[in-house]
């Protein structure tokens, strides 16, 4: 359903993107986000995005930091990460919000079955 691409290992400060894409069956109405999931922590959503306007909806650890964006005319979306900070460390996954992308499904995303996660992507910021 959704293949990741980006990622992989940078220096605190440096800047990585993510990109989520598509394929088969996705409901047109769904919103989209990101999380993440670092060994011995819980997973934190981070970010959404509404894929009809574009708002967004981020997390208070990645604000001012991240974006989240979409091209609906590739069916991707993608996560630019700057400043990034050593826990950031994670592997992020992209993944559908059926209920629509706002800062109270934010805090409870992921909700799908994995059926409708990305495969996962490592982000690795060390020095």
């Known amino acids: 359903q959704f293949v990741q691409s980006g990622g992989g290992s940078v220096q605190p400060g440096g800047s990585l993107r993510l990109s989520c894409a598509a394929s088969?069956?996705?409901?047109?109405?769904?919103?989209m986000g990101w999380f993440r999931q670092a060994p011995g922590k819980e997973r934190e959503a981070v970010s959404c995005?509404?894929?009809?306007?574009?708002?967004?909806v981020y997390s208070d650890s990645v604000k001012g930091r991240f974006t989240i964006s979409r091209d609906n005319d590739k069916n991707v979306v993608y996560l630019e990460m700057n400043n990034l900070k050593p826990e950031d460390t994670a592997v992020y996954y992209c993944?559908?919000?059926?209920?629509?992308?706002?800062?109270?499904?934010?805090?409870?995303?992921?909700?799908?079955?994995?059926?409708?996660w990305g495969q996962g992507s490592q982000v690795t910021v060390s020095s």
């Open positions: 993944t559908t919000e059926p209920r629509g992308c706002g800062a109270a499904t934010l805090a409870t995303m992921p909700v799908t079955a994995t059926d409708y």
């Open positions: 088969g069956f996705t409901p047109a109405n769904w919103d």
């Open positions: 995005i509404n894929m009809k306007d574009g708002d967004t």
